[in-house]
T-cell receptor
C-alpha cells in the first residue's frame, strides 16, 4: 500500500495483560521503525528493522517488549505484562532503501491505554 | 546519544505573520534534519528536511536553515494560515536509515 497501516487504532489493556500492535509498511520499503510517544509529545525510539532483521534495538526495554518483522506478514510490537507507564501512542514508520533516501513515513499510530 | 532541544514550546501568531521555531542538536555526526508536522490524532508528517551539506532550503512558504558549526537549525513559516496550526517537531539523524531523535515539539496556533 501507499501508506503505513497500523492496527488497531486503539487498544485498552488491564495491567499485566499482553498487548500486540501491528504495522504494515509501505510496499517496497525495507526499513521499519517503532517509536513511542508519551504525554507532552515526547518521542522515544524503540527499534528498527531492515527487512526481517533487527537493525537497531538500542531503545527497546528488553524485559517486556519484543518486536518482529517476518516475510509476508505485518510487523508486530508485543508488550508482555503491560504496566501503567506503557500507556502511550505507538508509531510505526517505514523507509525505502537505495540512493541514501532516509525519509520516513509514519502511520497514524496505535493508542495503548493500560488501566 | 543525540539530544535535540526545541524552542518555543508554544507559539501564537496572527494569520499572515511569520513563525520561527529553533532547534539545537548535540551530536556533530548528525547529518540529516527533518521537520515534522503533527495534527491531532495523526502521525508525524514530513514537511521539509535538510542535509548537512546544505545551509538553507525553501519550499513555498516553508524554509529551513542549518548552522552546522553552531549546531542550530530553524524552521521558518511565512504568511501563516489557520491550517498551519499543529505541533511541529524538529529531529536529527545520522542518516543512512538511522533512527531520528525528536525535539520536544512546538504547538503553533495561527489566529484568524
Amino acid at each position: 500500500g501507499e501508506e503505513v497501516a497500523q492496527t488497531p487504532k486503539h487498544l485498552v489493556r488491564g495491567e499485566g495483560q499482553k498487548a500486540k500492535l501491528y504495522c504494515a509498511p509501505i510496499k517496497g520499503h525495507s526499513y521499519v521503525f517503532w517509536y513511542q510517544q508519551v504525554l507532552k509529545n515526547e518521542f522515544k525510539f524503540l527499534i528498527s528493522f531492515q527487512n526481517e532483521n533487527v537493525f537497531d534495538e538500542t531503545g527497546m526495554p528488553k524485559e517486556r517488549f519484543s518486536a518482529k518483522c517476518l516475510p509476508n506478514s505485518p510487523c508486530s510490537l508485543e508488550i508482555q505484562a503491560t504496566k501503567l507507564e506503557d500507556s502511550a501512542v505507538y508509531f510505526c514508520a517505514s523507509s525505502q532503501s537505495g540512493g541514501g533516501v532516509t525519509e520516513a513515513f509514519f502511520g497514524q499510530g496505535t493508542r495503548l491505554t493500560v488501566v | 546519544g543525540e539530544n535535540v532541544e526545541q524552542h518555543p514550546s508554544t507559539l501564537s501568531v496572527q494569520e499572515g505573520d511569520s513563525a520561527v521555531i529553533k532547534c539545537t542538536y548535540s551530536d556533530s555526526a548528525s547529518n540529516y534534519f527533518p521537520w515534522y508536522k503533527q495534527e491531532l490524532g495523526k502521525g508525524p508528517q514530513l514537511i521539509i528536511d535538510i542535509r548537512s551539506n546544505v545551509g538553507e532550503k525553501k519550499d513555498q512558504r516553508i524554509a529551513v536553515t542549518l548552522n552546522k558549526t553552531a549546531k542550530h537549525f530553524s524552521l521558518h513559516i511565512t504568511e501563516t494560515q489557520p491550517e498551519d496550526s499543529a505541533v511541529y517537531f524538529c529531529a536529527a539523524s545520522k542518516g543512512g536509515y538511522q533512527k531520528v531523535t525528536f525535539g520536544t515539539g512546538t504547538k503553533l496556533q495561527v489566529i484568524p
